[in-house]
């Protein structure tokens, strides 16, 4: 018994990823570190859109509508990537707009990860029945299109912030399922989660103490991938006018807002639909990254 108590902490310690060389592996990728400083660059002008973009974002000023970007002609240092129709600011309303994506992609990641994990780790561990009924579940949702299914939810419960983060979260958890259930499946014959079982642990103890810790690396990049998806989705929604109010700045919204202007002001449309392409460029680029670093059988 006591050679099977000792054995469980050092069998862990071996399965679990060494973080330090991970970092180091994404530190040589020059694809990994784009994405980093993307993310990173967007992080801070979600936490600090206040400091970075000094003004109201839907502060109109109807003396200045339709203003080009300052390096054309027409156009004002005070208003550096144009206004729009009603005279707003673009890029202060992008850096504001960045906080929506921020808060939709952790937040739907949060829901999805959660139910997720625990779904997949039950499914690989438990078997039987409970495998069966998590699959069945899963089946039945991935039946229909994730897209289709949240702007269903949007449509009837209605639009709105929350209902948007909920709509997303509650349709991406399988994505994790599969995954998870499938390292799971795998982990549950090693060694040390037999020595856990023979020095008296609970089923509880071994699915948080063991083997959470062991599927945190999918989960992380897969996670990183939904934050992308999510960010789309949210963007998609606010475009068709089921996602945030129009009284909350959004790359989205800022795209539904200057789509009739394509011709004459074309700067209302592509500075958000290049913030949107950037900054899931950048999250995807991070998560490829984050993958070969924690993937073994990546390198």
Known sequence: MATAVAAAPSAHA?????????L??????????VGAVIVALVALCALFAPLIARGDPNAQDLASTLLPPMWIAGGSHAHVLGTDNLGRDVLVRIIWGSRISAIVGISVVAIGASI?????LLAGYRRGWV??????????QLAFPLVLLAVAIVAVVGPGLWTVIAAIGLTSWVQYVRVVRAETLSL?????????????????????RHLLPNVGSAAIVLGTFEIARAV??????SFLGLG???????????????RQYLDTAWWIALFPGLAIVIAVMGVNLLGDGLRDALDPGMR
């Open 14 to 22: 071996e399965g679990a990823p060494n973080r330090t060389a991970a």
């Open 24 to 33: 180091r592996r994404i530190a040589r990728d020059p694809g990994a570190v």
């Open 116 to 120: 997720g994990v625990t779904a997949g």
């Open 131 to 140: 495998d069966a009924l998590i699959a069945r579940i899963t089946d039945v």
């Open 188 to 208: 549950r014959e090693r060694e040390f989660v037999a020595a856990a079982h023979a020095a008296g642990a609970s089923s509880a103890r071994v699915l948080v």
């Open 232 to 237: 789309v989705l949210e963007s998609s929604l």
């Open 244 to 258: 945030v109010p129009p009284t909350i700045a959004s790359w989205g919204g800022m795209l539904a807002d200057g």
